[in-house]
């Protein structure tokens, strides 16, 4: 049987702990499974020279380095928990990078590349925001082949 | 406290431009939150869609806002800044002083001391809110409230843009699914 590559898109809501509890409960004994903890920030909008927002955009990046590394430790705890609930340090890690597409093709393209073969969501009640962004959930699984997909609800 | 004029013209078009350059609502929505705290060089900004059927408040992107005060709770239109359910602006200028709030104590442990929220309205239906939040007691410009309240009309009317494009993306892939032929290829990328 093929070691499980587990990948879990994770964004410090209530509800993706639900799921990073889904993959304790689950993996937590699977010795050669491996799980990646995955996050995409927004980057800066790109400016045009003579913009005066430009001169101020100092203060932008160090607000934006602060946000990320707030969220790079909360990566880091979520791999704590993974840890602490028998994961090898080997089998965990995380990747933290900048979001040039729409959340669902990051998470799409990660999982092609990286071979996943379980990709575990989180699902947030909320339905009005569905309403103008498309479902992450939908198009991933129309777009993922040979991934078991889990959505912790 | 001051009021001075913060989005000048060539802000305003700065911001504009970033909204415009978006293809996707939820990067256009962040390059926008970025941008405020940038040019009015305040706490944070957040973005909020409004649940029709419960009135909530369900956030679509943010900036300079931690995780934790973010998901301090549920957030009730009617409890929350209420006067935008009836698409007015809310201005708490001291947030220790109001009772308009409906997590002050949340607020002032983030750092929160003002908050400005302008109703995103298109054809009179209130779709969210655009929030702003100042680390100081804020006594915001009639000039910059008039340019928010334009940006939350631009919002609105992208938001109201990608409701229908998602509608018909969503047509258009069940369509693709059911006939062999691609109907519309222009819209298959999402």
Redesign the interface.
Known sequence: MVAPRILLPYNFTIYDEKALDFVIKTFANQKDAKITLFYTYTPLPELDMESPVLKQMKGAVRSLSKELSEKETGLESARESLLRSGFSGDQVDYTFKKRMKSIADEIIETASQGHYTVLVLSRQPGKATRLFTRSVHNRVLAALKNVTICIAT | MSSEVKI?I??FK??T??IA?SD????MA??LA??L???L?IKGCAIF????DIK?L????S??L??KYL?KGPLLADMSLAANLKGEPVIVADVSKDKNIQYPEEARKEGIAAILSVPIVFLNEVLGALRLYHYETWQISEQDLDSLHLLAEHVGLV?TY??LL?AI?SIT?VINLALPTDLLPGLKK?
């Open positions: 000048t060539e802000t700065t911001v431009k970033a350059q996707n609502l939820d990067i962040n390059h970025q941008l705290v940038t040019a060089d869609v409004q649940d029709p909530e369900e956030i679509l992107a900036f300079g931690s995780p998901s938001m990608t409701r998602n993306q892939e999402g």
